[in-house]
């Protein structure tokens, strides 16, 4: 069965960093775009960034681009999410997400694989 399976998540101050990884098994990880999401409590499923497969292009949210950086080392199988200058908006549970389409969607519903979450709390 495919996996997927996120962590790194944690409690951090506002302002510092947390590295997120997404872990992928049972799938050609390089055919696979990826994307990392979060819920806070309350709220509706944000699309944070997501990597094209192949040419591994990226995307960013609005409101974490400058701060969040995408990458994915295809011999480890497994996506980061580096994030910096946290926020206390953005706390959530964060989910990584796998897709086979050419495209790099925004939307966690365009993915056929989602991982299990990991928790980030940032502090003001």
């Known amino acids: 069965d495919v996996q997927l399976q996120a962590s790194g998540g944690g409690l951090v101050q506002a302002g510092g960093s947390l590295r997120l990884s997404c872990a992928v098994s049972e799938l050609t990880f390089e055919d696979y775009a990826i994307l990392w999401f979060r819920q806070a409590p309350g709220k509706e499923r944000e699309g944070v960034s997501c990597i094209s497969k192949s040419s591994r292009s990226t995307y960013y949210a609005d409101s974490v681009k400058g701060r969040f950086t995408i990458s994915s080392d295809n011999a480890k199988n497994t996506a980061y999410l580096q994030m910096n200058r946290l926020k206390p908006e953005d706390t959530a549970v964060y989910y990584c997400?796998?897709?086979?389409?050419?495209?790099?969607?925004?939307?966690?519903?365009?993915?056929?694989?989602w991982g299990q979450g990991t928790l980030v709390t940032v502090s003001s």
């Open positions: 997400a796998a897709s086979q389409a050419s495209y790099a969607a925004e939307s966690p519903y365009e993915y056929d694989y």
